[in-house]
C-alpha cells in the first residue's frame, strides 16, 4: 500500500520482557517520527529520524527506549525490560521533507499491552 | 514549555449542524499548527495545515483559521455528518522537531 504501515497491530508482552516494534514509512519520505498514545489523550513525541540520523530524542521516556532507522526507511522502536506504565498506542509518522511545511502521515499505531 | 489545550473535550450535535472545535497554545512561536482526526483504532489523518505565516485553510466542509499573536486557532466544519464523528486532535509544531497534541476534542453527530 502507500501509506504508512506498522507492525505488528497488537502486541502482549509479560512485563520484563523486551519488544520491537516495526515501522515501514511511505517510500521516499526523509522524515520519520514515533509517538506514543495512552488511552484518552493525544499522541506525545517521543524521537525524529531525517533518514538515519536521530536528529531529536527528547522524548524518549527512557533508557529502555531504543529507535534506529539504520537505511533511512524502515524504523524500529525496541523497549527493553518492559513495565506496566509503558501500555500503550505506539503511532508512527512520516513526511516527504525535512521541512516543517510537510503535514506528517500516520501509520494505525501498535497497541501494546504489558501484563 | 509549549501546551495545548483543547475544548470542549467532547461534542455531541444533530446532523447538519455548523460547529466550531477551538484549540489553544501557550508559545506563539510556532512553525505551523496541523488538524487530524482520529477514529477509533485508528491513526491520525491529516485535514488542515497551516503554516505560521498564513490565517487559515479550507478544505471542503472544513475551514481551519490561526491567530498566532492570541494562541488560537479554530476549526470549523459545515453542514455535519454522521461520517464526521471522530476525534479531532491540533497540533502545533515549534522549535525543533517536536510535534505538540492537544488531548483532542470527541464529536458524536447524530442522525
Known amino acids: 500500500g502507500a501509506g504508512v504501515s506498522q507492525s505488528p497491530r497488537y502486541k502482549v508482552a509479560k512485563r520484563g520482557q523486551d519488544v520491537a516494534l516495526r515501522c515501514d514509512p511511505i517510500?521516499?519520505?526523509?522524515?520519520l517520527f514515533w509517538y506514543q498514545q495512552a488511552l484518552g489523550q493525544g499522541p506525545e513525541f517521543l524521537t525524529y529520524?531525517?533518514?538515519?540520523?536521530?536528529?531529536?530524542k527528547s522524548g524518549l521516556p527512557s533508557d529502555r527506549f531504543f529507535a534506529e532507522r539504520p537505511e533511512g526507511s524502515v524504523s524500529t522502536l525496541k523497549i527493553q525490560r518492559t513495565q506496566q506504565e509503558d501500555s500503550a498506542v505506539y503511532l508512527c509518522?512520516?513526511?516527504?521533507?525535512?521541512?516543517?511545511?510537510?503535514?506528517?502521515?500516520f501509520g494505525d499505531g501498535t497497541r501494546l499491552s504489558i501484563l | 514549555k509549549q501546551e495545548v489545550t483543547q475544548i470542549p473535550a467532547a461534542l455531541s450535535v444533530p446532523e447538519g449542524e455548523n460547529l466550531v472545535l477551538n484549540c489553544s497554545f501557550t508559545?506563539?512561536?510556532?512553525?505551523?499548527l496541523q488538524w487530524f482526526r482520529q477514529d477509533p483504532g485508528k491513526g491520525l489523518t491529516s485535514l488542515l495545515l497551516?503554516?505560521?505565516?498564513?490565517r487559515e485553510q479550507t478544505s471542503g466542509r472544513l475551514n481551519a483559521s490561526l491567530d498566532k499573536s492570541s494562541g488560537r486557532s479554530t476549526l470549523y466544519i459545515a453542514a455535519s455528518q454522521p461520517g464526521d464523528s471522530a476525534t479531532y486532535l491540533c497540533?502545533?509544531?515549534?522549535?525543533?522537531?517536536?510535534?505538540?497534541f492537544g488531548a483532542g476534542t470527541r464529536l458524536f453527530v447524530k442522525a
Open positions: 509518522a512520516s513526511s516527504l521533507e525535512s521541512q516543517v511545511a510537510q503535514p506528517q502521515h
Open positions: 517510500s521516499g519520505h526523509v522524515s
Open positions: 529520524f531525517q533518514n538515519e540520523a536521530q536528529l531529536d
Open positions: 508559545d506563539s512561536a510556532i512553525y505551523n
Open positions: 497551516i503554516q505560521s505565516s498564513q
Open positions: 497540533a502545533v509544531r515549534a522549535g525543533g522537531f517536536k510535534t505538540i
